[in-house]
């Protein structure tokens, strides 16, 4: 897979016209993954709130005004409960998070314990715990953790607008002890944060130029929660809410550019209309959050969403893998 796309090239796909935008996403996506089939995974906070860093968009940042209050790591065993709630109710990944600059030593022990009963049950595992030293990311991969969700944001020019306590080398260092480690990286960013279309094709550019793409791409639709920075800074602004059509266009291009990448429609998703999810499946999204909340913010829920994938025919992963895969 390509790992050399230029900033010109990928300006040149935000540039087709729409639907030949489309055409051509959704040729790529039924060339490396089986049609109308989307992984179900769930989220789970299990440390919530007073993260130091300042994240504009973040309602757990101890600099929000949120009224969120912070809270102690959640037992195992609440933990585990929730995975076979999640099992129960059709995903085949369960994600868990937790508002922290970097693991605490101390909390290791109790991390391990909850990724090998989540993986004793079957589902795939993925955490997100913030910035990882190389001894973490070792320990939680021999515990079995498949995926790290470590996120680049945004565009290395626009992320200083959106955060100042963490660089973006920090981002990609914890990038490289995740692969290092054997674990599957997952990284994308959210759009809508004020950025221009230069910033989000730098964005895609920062992704799909890692010395591997990420095993999966969430790409997360800003939700501007009062209290937060960004979400008072862009209340009642044209530039509150993404146009939909460019958050498609967002879609298309990160499935051009990464065509082996699981595609997560995140954040956001819930005031999407049926139509535009719709789009950003056919321009190559290929798994979402499914229950009724993200981290803290609300979601679609697991009745909505089986209403929907019954309109449009789609049916749900059981498996990280693509069923379908051509040669390269």
Sequence with gaps: MRTDWTRAEIGAFFNLP???????????????????????????????????????????SAFAKTGLKAEKLMDVE???????????????????GAAWREPKERDMDALCTMVAGVKAMGLETCMTLGMLTGDQAERLSAAGLDYYNHNLDTSPEHYGEVITTRTYQERLDTLGHVRASGMAVCCGGIVGMGESREDRVGFLHALATLPEHPQSVPINALVPVPGTVLGDMLAGT????????????????????????????????????????????????????TGDKLLTTGNAGAGADAALFEKLGLVPMTSEEPARVAAE
């Design 18 to 60: 729409f639907l030949d935008l489309l055409y051509q996403a959704h040729t790529v996506h039924r060339r490396y993954h089986a049609p109308n089939h989307v992984q179900l995974s769930t989220l789970l906070s299990i440390k919530t709130g007073g993260c130091p860093e300042d994240c504009g968009y973040c309602s757990q």
């Design 238 to 289: 044209p530039l509150a809410k993404i146009d939909d059509i460019e958050f498609v266009r967002t879609v298309a291009v990160a499935r051009i550019t990464m065509p082996r990448s699981m595609v997560r429609l995140s954040a956001g998703r819930e005031s999407m209309s049926e139509s535009t999810q719709a789009l950003c499946f056919l321009a190559g999204a290929n798994s979402i959050f």
């Design 78 to 96: 609440a933990v585990l409960q929730s995975a076979a709630e999640a099992k129960a109710n059709g995903s085949g990944r369960f994600c868990m």
